[in-house]
């Protein structure tokens, strides 16, 4: 680190548990002035404790922080705010019923000096002064519901700046956007970098921390494994000190090519602007993967299919025969499993264990009589499960919640491998989880499709995409641009076919 910038940010001997868990064993981190320091690490590491006890979100048990060479004592999230500490978590922070200057002034509103109502002009003004000077186009007016995510990343981005904060923390920033949304985020970050901003960025995506990060930090199972500079470290290395073994990112083979059986058609599929005209063919034993820009239209065709979200026309047929689909209730009995983009909101019960989360699909399953539910049956099951699966939890009893992104991601895929669904589709199966977890979703998907099951995956990254899918369907504004077979699809094609409506052409 260059010796004109500043020391923003020391942690010494950070110590962190939780009941029956140490989190954080003596860690050390420090960030400078001008800086992006990656600090990464498989679900579990103990990277997001460690952030968020300097964001004030946790308490830590022992060891210092200094803020700027002077121990700070950061108790809770507002005297992190006063030490010019801000944070965006991955679920960000935001009232989508308020507008824009609203959420990024909260609770900081301009106020009349006659009456004390907020003055919206005032607020909508200096609002609108933060959006330009980070060169983001967003009416200060507008409501936050009616935005895109990427949008409101930009939004709580805005909030952190206009509290005057010189360290920013991003907590996988990245998850929820495109390539190209990802890149006006880079642009961003790298003129906070030159205005002497120091930003932690967390994120499981590796080929980002070359673009974005001068420094890594790899933690695993609570402990500090190490710092490097970004240049002189490769991503085998990085992924090596996370996980403590190789994992080999390299494109495998395909499962064995899928037969001619046709397990779901869906013809002249429409919803508002939503999906225009949406028609396709999925095949027994094939991953079928859905590519396209935020909006695209992917994961409206998939609640439409499994009867989330109503259509307005077309027709579905499972199994060659029509299908009426109203209801979820519907999809599951005809065999289409759906593992939902946001799992926290869809997927899971929070606050229910381990084996109740893997059993919601299949209850009625597990009855005897349809009167008493088989105990012996379900806990054999569900211990099945977790066998197989490599579910890291300390007991079926664990409240989901506890339990790390890629664990929670194999419950959700566990409980609809219990119901033993023939079709599934997977929104998004890797988002927000390690890159070991990532490599056994994998794994999973090819061994799933081996034995039968038919697959649609979606997915915002592109080589996963390439990597996962038989046949590649991209989508751009509600319509089917284009289906690329294995051997000619490229991320460049895709990207082609994606942005054809959005742009009139091609680009």
């Given at each position: 680190?260059?010796?004109?910038?500043?020391?923003?940010?020391?942690?010494?001997?950070?110590?962190?548990?939780?009941?029956?868990?140490?989190?954080?064993?003596?860690?050390?981190?420090?960030?400078?002035?001008?800086?992006?320091?990656?600090?990464?690490?498989?679900?579990?590491?103990?990277?997001?404790?460690?952030?968020?006890?300097?964001?004030?979100?946790?308490?830590k048990d022992s060891g210092k922080v200094l803020i700027r060479g002077k121990e700070a004592s950061i108790v809770d999230t507002r005297s992190a705010r006063n030490a010019s500490i801000a944070m965006i978590h991955q679920e960000l922070q935001l009232v989508p019923h308020l507008t824009v200057a609203m959420n990024?002034?909260?609770?900081?509103?301009?106020?009349?000096?006659?009456?004390?109502?907020?003055?919206?002009?005032?607020?909508?003004?200096?609002?609108?002064?933060?959006?330009?000077?980070?060169?983001?186009?967003?009416?200060?007016?507008?409501?936050?519901?009616?935005?895109?995510?990427?949008?409101?990343?930009?939004?709580?981005?805005?909030?952190?700046?206009?509290?005057?904060?010189?360290?920013?923390?991003?907590?996988?920033?990245?998850?929820?956007?495109?390539?190209?949304?990802?890149?006006?985020?880079?642009?961003?970050?790298?003129?906070?970098?030159?205005?002497?901003?120091?930003?932690?960025?967390?994120?499981?995506?590796?080929?980002?921390?070359?673009?974005?990060?001068?420094?890594?930090?790899?933690?695993?199972?609570?402990?500090?494994?190490?710092?490097?500079?970004?240049?002189?470290?490769?991503?085998?290395?990085?992924?090596?000190?996370?996980?403590?073994?190789?994992?080999?990112?390299?494109?495998?083979?395909?499962?064995?090519?899928?037969?001619?059986?046709?397990?779901?058609?869906?013809?002249?599929?429409?919803?508002?602007?939503?999906?225009?005209?949406?028609?396709?063919?999925?095949?027994?034993?094939?991953?079928?993967?859905?590519?396209?820009?935020?909006?695209?239209?992917?994961?409206?065709?998939?609640?439409?299919?499994?009867?989330?979200?109503?259509?307005?026309?077309?027709?579905?047929?499972?199994?060659?025969?029509?299908?009426?689909?109203?209801?979820?209730?519907?999809?599951?009995?005809?065999?289409?499993?759906?593992?939902?983009?946001?799992?926290?909101?869809?997927?899971?019960?929070?606050?229910?264990?381990?084996?109740?989360?893997?059993?919601?699909?299949?209850?009625?399953?597990?009855?005897?009589?349809?009167?008493?539910?088989?105990?012996?049956?379900?806990?054999?099951?569900?211990?099945?499960?977790?066998?197989?699966?490599?579910?890291?939890?300390?007991?079926?009893?664990?409240?989901?919640?506890?339990?790390?992104?890629?664990?929670?991601?194999?419950?959700?895929?566990?409980?609809?491998?219990?119901?033993?669904?023939?079709?599934?589709?997977?929104?998004?199966?890797?988002?927000?989880?390690?890159?070991?977890?990532?490599?056994?979703?994998?794994?999973?998907?090819?061994?799933?499709?081996?034995?039968?099951?038919?697959?649609?995956?979606?997915?915002?990254?592109?080589?996963?995409?390439?990597?996962?899918?038989?046949?590649?369907?991209?989508?751009?504004?509600?319509?089917?641009?284009?289906?690329?077979?294995?051997?000619?699809?490229?991320?460049?094609?895709?990207?082609?076919?994606?942005?054809?409506?959005?742009?009139?052409?091609?680009?």
């Amino acid at each position: 680190m260059e010796n004109s910038r500043e020391e923003l940010v020391r942690m010494e001997e950070i110590y962190k548990s939780f009941p029956g868990v140490q989190a954080v064993k003596g860690c050390p981190f420090d960030l400078y002035t001008g800086e992006v320091h990656a600090l990464v690490g498989e679900n579990g590491a103990g990277k997001s404790t460690l952030v968020k006890i300097l964001a004030g979100v946790y308490r830590k048990d022992s060891g210092k922080v200094l803020i700027r060479g002077k121990e700070a004592s950061i108790v809770d999230t507002r005297s992190a705010r006063n030490a010019s500490i801000a944070m965006i978590h991955q679920e960000l922070q935001l009232v989508p019923h308020l507008t824009v200057a609203m959420n990024i002034f909260i609770g900081r509103e301009h106020r009349k000096k006659i009456n004390f109502l907020v003055d919206d002009k005032k607020t909508n003004n200096e609002a609108r002064t933060i959006l330009e000077r980070m060169k983001v186009t967003l009416d200060p007016a507008a409501r936050v519901m009616n935005l895109s995510i990427a949008e409101q990343y930009m939004v709580e981005i805005a909030k952190a700046i206009s509290q005057r904060a010189s360290i920013l923390i991003l907590d996988e920033p990245t998850a929820a956007l495109t390539d190209s949304e990802t890149q006006t985020l880079f642009t961003l970050i790298r003129e906070m970098k030159s205005q002497g901003m120091g930003i932690i960025y967390i994120s499981h995506r590796m080929e980002e921390l070359k673009q974005i990060a001068d420094r890594i930090t790899v933690m695993r199972d609570g402990n500090y494994i190490g710092t490097k500079d970004i240049q002189s470290v490769t991503v085998d290395e990085i992924v090596n000190m996370m996980v403590g073994r190789t994992i080999y990112e390299a494109t495998p083979e395909l499962p064995e090519r899928p037969n001619e059986e046709i397990v779901l058609e869906v013809k002249n599929l429409n919803r508002g602007s939503k999906i225009r005209d949406v028609s396709f063919q999925l095949r027994k034993g094939e991953i079928l993967g859905f590519s396209g820009l935020i909006g695209a239209g992917r994961t409206e065709v998939a609640r439409a299919i499994f009867g989330a979200d109503p259509y307005d026309s077309g027709e579905i047929f499972v199994n060659g025969k029509k299908a009426i689909i109203k209801h979820p209730s519907d999809a599951v009995k005809l065999g289409i499993g759906y593992l939902s983009e946001d799992r926290k909101r869809y997927g899971l019960t929070l606050k229910r264990d381990v084996e109740t989360n893997m059993m919601l699909a299949s209850y009625d399953n597990f009855s005897k009589a349809r009167l008493f539910v088989d105990i012996n049956k379900i806990n054999l099951t569900v211990k099945d499960k977790v066998s197989e699966l490599n579910i890291a939890t300390p007991s079926l009893k664990q409240v989901i919640s506890n339990l790390s992104g890629g664990n929670q991601q194999k419950v959700v895929i566990s409980k609809w491998l219990i119901r033993n669904s023939d079709i599934l589709i997977f929104d998004e199966p890797t988002r927000g989880i390690d890159v070991g977890a990532k490599s056994e979703i994998y794994k999973l998907l090819n061994n799933l499709a081996k034995q039968g099951k038919s697959i649609i995956m979606i997915s915002s990254e592109l080589p996963e995409i390439l990597r996962m899918s038989h046949r590649v369907i991209v989508m751009c504004e509600g319509k089917i641009t284009g289906v690329l077979g294995a051997g000619e699809a490229t991320q460049e094609g895709i990207m082609q076919l994606a942005t054809m409506h959005r742009y009139g052409a091609a680009v």
